[in-house]
């Protein structure tokens, strides 16, 4: 069976393309505009891979990348992992900036939701990557992103419902922020990842890893009884905020 991995060429969503083609799986890696990581990824993989540029936004590109998924097996393992890292505060924020975080964001889960609800009669596992600062929470710099992941975890919960019946099973996995590359090279990367090392009760930084490792967890067939939940992978950080 193939998976579709949306935002799934760089950070987390490269890590959970790895996990799944480590698995076994044919892998689809949709990304939005870097070529270049498009065909990195394509070669970090070890088993069949495909890396296509497509606007999941956009619903014609989303059944381009289902047809490009279906042509290495049936499409059982969606997963949404595209963020655009749009910081600031919503007071100021543009109204251009709002638009693109909602449409790479609930716009382009709700469609993808809906093609694989066509195509996925057989049941399937589908899962968005989320925030535990997407919550009724004041978050600096997140005033934008954080309603934007807000609104797919109510997403989740309604189509969770929904879909259930034909067999899909509709989940999210929230994280914190991990030490990813964007975090090493930041100008204050020692500051920061001790920062986020201090707070989280497990005593290290989350890695890309521990999310993709979550994901899969939430996509086997132990997961059968779970549908419409947030769960929540970050060393336990959200429980101390």
């Known amino acids: 069976m193939s998976v579709i991995v949306v935002g799934g060429t760089r950070g987390i969503g490269l890590a959970i393309s790895k996990r799944f ?14 070529d270049e990581a498009g ?54 924020a543009s109204l251009e900036d709002f638009d693109t975080a909602y449409r790479t964001g609930p716009r382009a889960f709700l469609i993808l939701v809906q093609e694989a609800a066509r195509r996925m009669t057989e049941g399937g596992h589908i899962v968005a990557v989320g925030s535990i ?25 309604q189509l969770g419902c929904e879909l259930a019946p034909q067999g899909l099973h509709i989940n999210c996995v929230a994280t914190s922020t991990v030490e990813a590359d964007w975090a090493r090279t930041h100008p204050k990367s ?14 290290r930084t989350g890695r890309e890893e521990d999310v993709a490792d ?19 992978a970050d060393g336990g950080m959200a429980l101390v905020l």
């Open 21 to 34: 083609s480590r698995d076994g799986h044919p892998v689809v890696m949709a990304y939005l505009s870097n």
């Open 39 to 92: 065909r990195a990824a394509e070669a970090a993989l070890s088993g069949p891979s495909r890396a296509i540029r497509a606007d999941a936004s956009d619903p014609t590109q989303a059944r381009a990348i289902f047809d490009a998924a279906e042509t290495m097996g049936p499409v059982k393992i969606v997963v949404h992992s595209a963020v655009v890292p749009l910081l600031g505060a919503a007071s100021t």
């Open 133 to 157: 600062a997407s919550g009724p929470r004041y978050v600096p710099s997140y005033g934008i992103l954080g309603p934007a992941k807000c609104a797919i975890n109510h997403l989740v919960a």
């Open 190 to 203: 020692e500051k920061l990842i001790e920062n986020l090392r201090r707070r989280t009760p497990a005593g």
């Open 214 to 232: 979550a994901v899969a967890m939430v996509c086997s067939a132990d997961s059968r009884w779970i549908i419409g939940q947030e769960i929540v």
